[in-house]
Nanobody, 115 residues
């Protein structure tokens, strides 16, 4: 079974930074696409950023220039560097891996940004 475990969430003041990590039980290059999603209180889950096995990245307009998605050199870890955080970024952040037949999700890590 593939397992994804997020970490790095917490409480931070507006303007601060956090780095989220997603540890996978297998080589993340086994997946065509990996990404970060988030769900704010009372809102639907939304895409934050994705990265393909070839290294192509895509970002939601709301985080462009502030967030950076990347793969670790160890090939089993996905990162999300979040800078210039705003209260609107408060949400549970989820790691997702897209395989050929199904998707895998982590349980999420909470990010709270205070004003």
């Amino acid at each position: 079974q593939v397992q994804l475990v997020e970490s790095g969430g917490g409480l931070v003041q507006a303007g601060g930074s956090l780095r989220l990590s997603c540890a996978a039980s297998i080589n993340i290059f086994s997946f065509d696409t990996m990404g970060w999603y988030r769900q704010a209180p009372g809102k639907q889950r939304e895409l934050v950023a994705t990265i393909t096995s070839s290294g192509s990245t895509n970002y939601a307009d709301s985080v462009k220039g502030r967030f950076t998605i990347s793969r670790g050199n160890a090939r089993n870890t996905l990162y999300l560097q979040m800078d210039s955080l705003e209260p609107k970024d408060t949400a549970v952040y989820y790691c997702k891996a897209d395989g050929s037949l199904r998707a895998y999700w982590g349980k999420g890590t909470l990010v709270t940004v205070s004003s």
